[in-house]
Nanobody, 116 residues
């Protein structure tokens, strides 16, 4: 069983930055997809950024150029560096690690609040 823990959320003003970290109990090299999702109040959960096994990285259009997803393999960690934060980025951010189409694990989420 894989455990996933996020950290780094907080309250920042618009234009500020935060770094979110996700640590998985399993080796991240064993997962085919590493991803960050977010869910804002009254909205569906959406995929923010992902890294697939090939190394290909994808971003939600609204965060391109502002967010960066990266890994620290030796620490089983996937990070999300967020810059130029906007109020619309306010959400609970979740880390997800996936082995296949039906097997993945979620963290409990970390709150990011951006004030205007």
């Amino acid at each position: 069983q894989v455990q996933v823990v996020e950290s780094g959320g907080g309250l920042v003003q618009a234009g500020g930055s935060l770094r979110l970290s996700c640590v998985a109990s399993g080796r991240i090299s064993s997962f085919n997809v590493l991803a960050w999702y977010r869910q804002a109040p009254g909205k569906q959960r959406e995929l923010v950024a992902s890294i697939v096994g090939s190394g290909q990285i994808s971003y939600l259009d609204s965060v391109k150029g502002r967010f960066t997803i990266s890994t620290v393999k030796t620490r089983n960690m996937v990070n999300l560096q967020m810059t130029d934060l906007k109020p619309e980025d306010t959400a609970v951010y979740y880390c997800n690690v996936r082995s296949n189409a039906v097997l993945s694990w979620w963290g409990q989420g970390t709150q990011v609040t951006v004030s205007s």
